[in-house]
């Protein structure tokens, strides 16, 4: 049974960056989709990035494109969401998630079914 851990959320000022990591245990997740996530306080979950499991295709909300970027160590089992240029938008629980074997990326949540515990993220000055 695949289990995830996200980590390296926190408070940081706008501009700021940080790097969540998404650690897996129980399986190798080589050949998992992945998708990270994200829900503030009275909003739905919203995809934030996904990559397919072969990591051909990646996807980014538009609200951060070209300020985050998904990526994937196989050989320390974790998969990264750098997250750059932060905005007080940005301000949610951050959640992995895994799908297996799916070369397309996966936009919708409710099509993994691996997720982690999520991990806060707050920018503010």
């Known amino acids: 049974q695949l289990q995830l851990v996200e980590s390296g959320g926190g408070l940081v000022q706008p501009g700021g960056s940080l790097r969540l990591s998404c650690a897996a245990s129980g399986d190798t997740l080589d050949g998992y989709a992945i998708g990270w996530f994200r829900q503030a306080p009275g909003k739905e979950r919203e995809g934030v990035s996904c990559t397919s499991s072969d990591d051909s295709s990646t996807y980014y909300a538009d609200s951060v494109k070209g300020r985050f970027a998904i990526s994937r160590d196989n050989a320390k089992n974790t998969v990264y969401l750098q997250m750059n240029s932060l905005e007080p938008e940005d301000t949610a629980v951050y959640y992995c998630?895994?799908?297996?074997?799916?070369?397309?990326?996966?936009?919708?949540?409710?099509?993994?079914?691996?997720w982690g515990q999520g991990t806060q993220v707050t920018v503010s000055s």
């Open positions: 998630a895994a799908t297996w074997g799916t070369t397309v990326v996966v936009t919708t949540g409710d099509e993994y079914d691996y």
